[in-house]
């Protein structure tokens, strides 16, 4: 059981030493970059969806 908290301790050494090392973006730089992506994805949404709508439209003309 001694050995548990001890390797749990280490453990627990390692990770606020690691996140020490972390470099945080600014506010301003996660904003911006959380824009782009939903930005991003909304137009590939749009693509995807209006390629899948003519996709079926012209299937159901060929089988028709």
């Known amino acids: ?13 390692d990770v606020v030493a690691e996140m020490k090392k972390v470099s ?3 506010r301003k730089e996660l904003v911006t970059t959380t ?3 939903i930005v991003f994805s909304t137009i590939l949404a749009v693509f ?12 159901q003309l060929i089988l028709r």
């Open 1 to 13: 059981m001694k050995n548990l908290f001890s390797r749990l301790k280490n453990y627990l050494a």
């Open 24 to 26: 945080w973006v600014r």
């Open 35 to 37: 824009a782009v992506v």
């Open 48 to 59: 995807i969806g209006l390629c899948d709508l003519i996709f079926s439209q012209l299937l």
